[in-house]
């Protein structure tokens, strides 16, 4: 996939099938979308494009700094590559571009920037300075500049009933049944393993300790999760304790995993763990050989539910 960080680092020798937006989780909902760019690049005729932006408009627009979002920018990348879109567009998003109005943002960017040939997009869709542009103004600049415009209707979007406004409200209250059947995959996070405390080694439950650098990333509610990995080309699994640690008596949030059959040396290692099942909320124990035997009870449910996998 070719991936640039402007509209104006664009190059391209044929027309493009283009649609846009911050494509969030990249769930089934913007995949649906994304494979009719796919069906309609005829065999090569034209070229896949997907024009997103970052930092996510409300961080701009309204602060909104306190944003949790589904991907970081690098997850997002992954993601429409293994889905097997051409192009990725990831243009800044500033008060200037949110200016444009909305024939300066289809003539100068679409048509003469992108190479526009087609654009798919939902029929809800709104765009322009104040976003006051909906379908129907889309559709007249088509006409005007020779472009097509494919909407998806409004009983393929209710078909689907999923966003990333709910996926995230599921994650946030622990819910990794809902939230991964929307997504279409298991939701993950990616981070660098750094040192911790070690305390887990004390009582057999060795711990790899996650650092994300992405502050804007959405971590699931506290809790015991299952998760996997794919670590040295070997799939692995373990679980997974979101929270504070309140039985050492923590003040930082911490993730850390403990990976089952598996001892490899991680520090500064770049993980990305997906997460299958939720098991349980965190705990705070009066000793370490309570906190010992509840983990020990956690690997055995884990376990159990990865067999009937």
């Known amino acids: 996939m070719n991936i640039f960080h402007s509209i ?54 309204q602060g909104d700094s306190d944003i949790k979002l589904l991907n970081t920018i690098n ?23 949110s200016r444009l109005t909305a024939e300066e943002f289809v003539k100068t960017i679409l048509v003469d920037r992108l190479q526009i040939h087609k654009i798919i997009i939902g029929y809800d869709h709104r765009f322009g300075r104040n976003r006051t542009a909906n379908i129907d103004d889309l559709i007249n600049y088509g006409e005007q500049y020779g472009f097509e415009v494919e909407q998806i209707s ?8 999923v966003s990333s406004t709910k996926i995230r409200q599921a994650l946030s209250e622990g819910n990794m049944t809902l939230a991964n059947d929307y997504l279409g995959y298991d939701y993950f996070i990616t981070g660098t393993v750094v040192q911790g405390k ?55 949030r911490s993730i850390e995993i403990h990976y089952f059959d598996f001892d490899a040396y991680l520090y500064d290692k770049e993980i990305r763990v997906s997460i299958v099942h939720r098991i349980r909320s965190e705990q705070k124990f009066e000793s370490f050989e309570l906190l010992k035997s509840q983990l020990e009870k956690d690997k055995k449910t884990a376990l159990n539910y990865l067999n009937y996998l």
Do not use: C, W
């Not at 846009?20 to 070229?47: A, M, P, R, S």
């Not at 409004?154 to 009933?161: H, K, L, R, Y």
């Open 75 to 97: 997850e997002k990348i992954d993601l429409l590559q293994e889905i097997g879109i051409e192009n990725l567009v990831i243009h800044p998003f500033d008060e200037t571009f």
């Open 8 to 61: 104006n680092d664009f190059r391209s020798t044929k027309k493009t099938i283009i649609t846009l937006g911050t494509f969030d989780g990249v769930h089934i909902g913007h995949k649906k979308i994304l494979e009719k760019v796919l069906q309609n690049t005829d065999d090569g005729q034209y070229e896949s494009l997907v024009l997103t932006f970052f930092p996510h408009p409300r961080m701009v627009l």
């Open 154 to 161: 409004v009983q393929e979007i209710n078909e689907i009933s």
């Open 198 to 252: 070690q305390l887990g080694r004390t009582i057999n439950f060795p711990t790899a300790n996650l650092a994300i650098q992405e502050n804007y990333k959405l971590i699931p509610q506290n809790g015991v999760y299952i998760v996997k990995s794919t670590i040295e080309n070997k799939q692995v699994y373990g679980m997974m304790n979101i929270g504070m640690n309140p039985t050492v008596n923590g003040q930082n």
